[in-house]
């Protein structure tokens, strides 16, 4: 297994009845399982020529674009579920990385994933709310030397 990057993601998430929530650790957000609505994340320590993209699957809308970090994904005041999401890294250091999470949709006991690199983590047409995800950056092992 890769080792985890000390790095630390920084962000909110607002979900149904509770609003805006700061998020500080490599945690489930929201901490108690709620409709996400929207999220920003952000590493407080950017790594050189790394950066975090994201998009997400609205109630209504369909998909996002892709977005830069520390930009919202997703909507506020509207009552409107997310149902998926996907992280990517770009930039020159993105090939000694990877970003995993996970998600927990409506109707599922356990979490999905871990997921990666792009791929949708959560439900399209089903009408299920995404209540909460989990993001790492995980720094890829060394290519053996030669």
């Known amino acids: 297994?890769?080792?985890?990057?000390?790095?630390?993601?920084?962000?909110?998430?607002?979900?149904?009845?509770?609003?805006?929530?700061?998020?500080?650790?490599?945690?489930?957000?929201?901490?108690?399982?709620?409709?996400?609505?929207?999220?920003?994340?952000?590493?407080?320590?950017?790594?050189?020529?790394?950066?975090?993209?994201?998009?997400?699957?609205?109630?209504?809308?369909g998909d996002s674009p892709w977005l830069n970090a520390g930009t919202p994904c997703g909507t506020t005041g509207e009552s409107r579920r997310m149902e998926a999401f996907a992280f990517r890294l770009a930039g020159p250091a993105a090939r000694d990385y990877t970003v995993r999470y996970w998600c927990l949709v409506e109707g599922a006991q356990t979490p999905s994933g871990p997921y990666a690199?792009?791929?949708?983590?959560?439900?399209?047409?089903?009408?299920?709310?995404?209540?909460?995800?989990?993001?790492e950056l995980v720094k890829r092992p060394a290519p053996p030397r030669r």
């Open 1 to 61: 297994m890769p080792p985890r990057v000390p790095s630390r993601w920084e962000g909110t998430v607002h979900s149904a009845d509770v609003g805006d929530q700061k998020y500080s650790t490599a945690a489930w957000l929201p901490q108690e399982p709620r409709r996400v609505e929207q999220f920003e994340l952000h590493l407080p320590r950017p790594v050189r020529g790394l950066e975090l993209q994201y998009m997400c699957h609205l109630q209504d809308i």
């Open 117 to 135: 690199d792009g791929e949708l983590c959560g439900t399209k047409g089903e009408s299920r709310a995404l209540l909460g995800m989990k993001v």
